[in-house]
């Protein structure tokens, strides 16, 4: 009788021992998700904000570019580098350039 009385009572005491460790994992699991959640937020606002960094500096060098190819833009080139443009006028009006072969 102790025996059975014995293994009840181990039997009990492992399934108490279970049912704790199963609230403890079901308390712990949302804490451990809403940290992970956090985390995944923060990173998430990081990249976004590097984004938007990358985003105007890419508008700025467009910007820049086209300043750089604008006509004003390459006639001060040319000044500063003692270039003059002049207007080559056509022999014939009805005559166009072209770059076919």
């Known amino acids: 009788m102790?025996?059975?009385?014995?293994e009840l009572?181990?039997?009990?005491?492992?399934v108490f021992i279970l049912?704790?460790?199963f609230i403890a994992l079901c308390l712990?699991?949302?804490?451990w998700q809403g940290t992970a959640s956090e985390d995944l937020s923060?990173?998430?606002?990081r990249?976004?904000?590097?984004?938007d960094t990358l985003q105007d500096q890419r508008a700025?060098?467009?910007a820049s570019i086209e300043r750089e190819l604008s006509p004003e833009e390459i006639m001060q080139r040319a000044k500063s580098m003692n270039l003059t443009f002049a207007q080559i006028r056509a022999e014939r009006p009805d005559v166009l350039a072209s770059n076919i072969l």
Not at 2 to 6: P, S
Not at 28 to 31: I, K
Not at 42 to 45: F, K, T
Request: proline content about 3%; cysteine-free.
């Open 2 to 6: 102790k025996t059975k009385r014995n």
């Open 9 to 14: 009572s181990a039997q009990i005491n492992l």
């Open 19 to 21: 049912t704790a460790v």
């Open 28 to 31: 712990f699991l949302p804490v």
């Open 42 to 45: 923060v990173s998430l606002a």
């Open 47 to 51: 990249e976004e904000k590097k984004l």
């Open 60 to 62: 700025v060098l467009l």
